[in-house]
């Protein structure tokens, strides 16, 4: 139960961690949803994550074109902005921004190929995180943050078929 509860915590951090990386590849975040993240990056493959591999670069191949996503805060204001399935990482950045309109709006997360929530309690406090669905997300989210705070904005970000 415990290395169990390790992999999850370590598959949730790396899964932020790529969430908020300029621009998370489609191996990356794939391995990550496996729950093969850590051992990925650390190039140490093996057993179960080896299949997965072997299963990440099929999928890799046939969703090759990306869908870039952003979340932007007003941590001022509240606003909020949102952008998905932008070819770049710059263009979801661009768009999450303008979307949001206070001067102080900027990206709080980025993803590719998942969906991200922000949660805040409207007094300064909020998270970000992502996940494999808008409901991964959500739940999250308000699990960082904290019992009195609320889902401000969400959005999935999947390859264009």
Same mark, same amino acid.
């Given at each position: ?87 770049? +990482?710059?263009? &979801?950045?661009?768009? *999450?921004?303008?979307? =949001? $309109?206070? #001067?102080?709006?900027?990206? !709080? ?24 669905? +808008?409901?991964? &997300?959500?739940?999250? *989210?308000?699990?960082? =943050? $904290?019992? #009195?705070?609320?889902?401000? !904005? ?8």
């Amino acid at each position: 139960m415990r290395n169990r509860l390790w992999s999850l915590l370590l598959g949730m951090v790396a899964l932020i961690v790529t969430a908020n990386a300029a621009r998370a590849d489609c191996m990356d975040s794939c391995m990550i949803r496996k729950w093969c993240g850590t051992q990925y990056e650390s190039g140490e493959v093996s057993g179960y994550c080896e299949t997965m591999q072997s299963d990440c670069q099929a999928y890799c191949q046939r969703h090759s074109s990306a869908a870039f996503g952003a979340l932007a805060y007003s941590p001022k204001t509240g606003q909020t902005g949102w952008a998905a399935s932008y070819d770049t +990482q710059d263009a &979801a950045d661009q768009k *999450a921004v303008s979307g =949001c $309109g206070a #001067d102080d709006c900027g990206v !709080v997360i980025r993803f590719n190929d998942a969906c991200a929530a922000l949660a805040a309690n409207g007094n300064g406090r909020y998270a970000t995180r992502a996940g494999s669905s +808008q409901m991964d &997300a959500e739940g999250l *989210a308000l699990e960082a =943050c $904290g019992g #009195d705070c609320r889902i401000q !904005v969400w959005s999935c970000s999947f390859p264009k078929n």
